[in-house]
């Protein structure tokens, strides 16, 4: 019998990013000898190392590698090297265009903290155990993609723009996800202030009224919102919301489990899909094989998960949750920094902890 083989591509991009894509692959092609399944990776430029190389963030090869991958891996993109180039040049502007050309339209970052994670968070333990929500963050549209955008030297403008089948599309993720966890879904927006945000409030509730009357809808006012997510995270199920809020929300909740350094994502579309850390190039840290590989790991099973391989992504996630409940964790996360492992240090004990078998 032939074991499945998927192409990864994959993109390390800038800063911290090949460190911890590194990781993520290690653990990966682990795994699927573990599991028996073939993984052919492909690596491409992104971001700053493609403005290097090829004075474009994101060059047409990138964009032909990703479209033929099964899915793709991304670590993260930019630098204070980058910041003053013309937005075409910008890392950012590569990763914005990468999106919106492979439409992965919805980006889900799940946050879920167990016990252990919990007495890591500067937040109160009792508090924040238990904790297990998803941001569904709307991702090629808003504010980040509104026309009209321009500046000159006496105004700026970016425009907030969401069309209904736009609205209606993301909403759909996000009900028909809950459906798969505790059918609930709080969506966030500005209704009281923003005109955009009235429409979305109505479309989203008419998607839950016409086609999932089965999952409970309420809706918040982001304000609120990022204080509850502090204050009671275990409220939240599902929580929908636009690009620029869930941008911000989701590093937000990332105190939650007490690093940026613990929260992956997946975005997905109708024929790509991407994984990638929440977390950027964290160029404060940069070089030194101290960050923390958790989020793009995590990445990676989430990756499998999308691929069928869900075997797989549990016993990444069981060995990820082994190796912070024995006490092994980087920096970011360290009581004592003398005790801190390095992102390599931390990948092998993945690695010892991945076992067959596990649910
Ligand atoms: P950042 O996420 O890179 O870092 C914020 C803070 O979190 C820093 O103190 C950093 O050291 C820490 N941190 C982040 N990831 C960590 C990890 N894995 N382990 C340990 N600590 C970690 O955000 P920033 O500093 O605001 O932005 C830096 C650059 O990254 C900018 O150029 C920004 O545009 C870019 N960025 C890219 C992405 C992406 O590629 N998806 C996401 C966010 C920011
Ligand atoms: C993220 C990042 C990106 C975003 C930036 C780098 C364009 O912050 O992936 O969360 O704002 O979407
Ligand atoms: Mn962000």
């Avoid at 090869?61 to 099964?70: G, I, L, M, P, V």
């Avoid at 265009?97 to 946050?111: E, Q, Y």
């Avoid at 109505?202 to 609120?224: C, G, I, K, S, T």
Wanted: negative net charge; hydrophobic residues 45%.
């Amino acid at each position: 019998m032939n074991p499945s083989t998927y192409n990864i591509t994959l993109l390390p991009g800038d800063g911290i990013g090949p460190e911890v894509v590194a990781e993520a692959v290690k653990v990966l092609s682990r795994v699927s000898e573990l599991y028996d399944f073939g993984l052919l990776f492909e690596t491409a430029l992104i971001g700053g190392a493609a403005v290097d190389d090829l004075a474009n963030p994101y060059p047409p090869q990138t964009h032909e590698a990703c479209k033929r991958a099964d899915a793709v891996l991304l670590g993260a993109v930019g630098g204070p090297k980058y910041d003053t180039l013309p937005k075409a040049l910008r890392p950012e502007t590569g990763l914005l265009s990468m999106r919106k050309a492979l439409d992965v339209f919805a980006n889900l970052r799940p946050v879920a903290v167990d016990g252990v994670q919990a007495a890591r968070s500067p937040l109160r333990p009792e508090k924040v155990a238990g904790t297990d929500l998803l941001v569904v963050r709307e991702l090629v549209g808003g504010i980040y993609f509104g026309t009209p955008s321009y500046r000159n030297d006496v105004e700026g403008v970016s425009t907030m723009r969401y069309t209904k089948p736009e609205i209606e599309r993301i909403a759909r993720i996000a009900f028909a996800t809950a459906r798969d966890r505790r059918n609930k879904v709080t969506s966030v927006d500005k209704a009281n202030v923003l005109a955009v945000s009235q429409l979305w409030r109505e479309v989203v509730q008419e998607v839950r009224d016409a086609e999932f009357e089965d999952v409970q809808l309420e809706h918040m006012y982001v304000d609120n919102a990022a204080m509850q997510l502090i204050l009671n995270p275990r409220q939240f199920d599902v929580i929908l919301t636009g690009n620029l809020f869930g941008d911000i929300l989701s590093d937000a909740s990332a105190v939650l489990p007490g690093s940026l350094g613990m929260l992956p994502s997946a975005s997905i579309g109708e024929s790509s899909s991407l994984f990638e850390p929440i977390h950027g190039s964290a160029p404060d840290i940069a070089g030194k094989g101290i960050a923390n590989p958790a989020a793009a790991i995590l990445s990676g099973a989430m990756m499998l998960d999308y691929l069928g391989q869900k075997e797989a992504a549990a016993a990444i996630r069981n060995a990820v949750a082994n190796t912070l409940l024995d006490g092994f964790v980087t920096s970011d996360l360290a009581s004592d920094v003398v005790l801190a492992l390095t992102t390599s240090a931390f990948g092998d004990e993945v690695i010892k902890r991945l076992v067959a078998d596990v649910e």
